[in-house]
């Protein structure tokens, strides 16, 4: 239940915010009352390998107490019909700091807010939007006070690092050379790229000349919620071993299903204009 200046509406729903250090941290609890089966949905998705791997590359990135080693037993038994995962746990065995569990009238889970829009996705892009877009709004207004955020920086933050892992140890052999890894690597950015926006980053300079920055700087904010969507996608299947030219259907696919679904409401926020696919 949310309570006091510190909270979020999105979509009806008020979101409680808390910090830690100099973090934001969402509740969780809060953002699954407007579906259907509460807190059931935390625990699904705690259950759920692909979160299993969100998390320990979150927590590898910005928690240098992270237990690796504990880590990868649970990341072992994650996806097996055993297998159950509770903040406590997440907490004590890994040292994890992404989620934490609040006792009292106004606690619940709460996830960074890092992971609370992945989880966002994970209930709905559309919710994931509305989500963050108040989340700015409430960010800007503290920016009045001395504050300031960074929308596009959060939302490609984490998934960047999901999606470089992949390609990393699964499509570069050791024996590469640092220059060809990163041609491996801007090869798979422009299959993004070619997926979201129909043109590779070079084809969009080419017609852009004049243009500051590159493709992905000139993005919506909607196009960047199905960006971070298509990476964690295109990582699942790389580790599928999934040839490139059928991956790059598949994401075109979910990109065009994802962008409709974020534009086809009339009141949906819209932080930029423009549409993704023509």
């Known amino acids: 239940m949310a309570t006091g200046s510190k909270s979020l509406t999105v979509q009806g ?21 407007k579906f259907d089966g509460g807190s059931t949905l935390i625990d699904a998705w705690l259950r759920n390998k692909d979160t299993i791997e969100f998390l320990g590359v979150w927590e590898r990135i910005n928690n240098p107490s992270f237990n690796s080693a504990e880590f990868d037993g649970i990341r072992l038994e994650a996806g097996t019909n055993r297998f159950r995962l509770s903040v406590k746990k997440w907490t004590e065995d890994v040292g994890g700091v992404g989620l934490v569990a609040k006792a009292g009238r106004y606690g619940g889970t709460f996830a960074h807010r890092d992971i609370a829009f992945e989880f966002g996705s994970w209930l709905s892009p559309e919710f994931k939007l509305y989500l963050i877009t108040e989340f700015q709004r409430f960010k800007r207004s503290e920016a009045e006070r001395g504050l300031d955020w960074d929308v596009k920086r ?6 960047y690092r999901v999606h470089t892992d992949a390609v990393q140890k699964h499509l570069i052999p050791d024996e590469l050379t640092s220059k060809e890894a990163g041609f491996v690597y801007a090869t798979e950015a422009d299959l993004l ?57 598949t994401l075109n696919t979910l990109a065009r299903t994802q962008i409709q679904a974020l534009v086809a409401n009339p009141s949906m926020p819209r932080l930029r204009g423009g549409s993704l696919l023509s």
Do not use: C, H
Not at 14 to 28: A, F, N, V
Not at 216 to 232: F, G, K, M, Y
């Open 13 to 33: 729903v008020e979101i409680s915010l808390t910090t830690r250090g100099d973090e934001d941290y969402i509740s969780l609890t809060d953002m699954v009352a």
């Open 154 to 159: 959060a939302l490609t933050k984490v998934q």
């Open 193 to 249: 790229n070619k997926a979201l926006f129909g043109m590779t980053a070079a084809e969009w300079k080419r017609q852009n000349p004049g243009a500051k920055g590159n493709i992905r700087d000139q993005a919506t904010i909607e196009q960047l919620v199905v960006l971070s969507s298509l990476e964690s996608q295109n990582a699942l299947m790389i580790e599928m071993k999934v040839d490139q030219r059928q991956r790059l259907i």
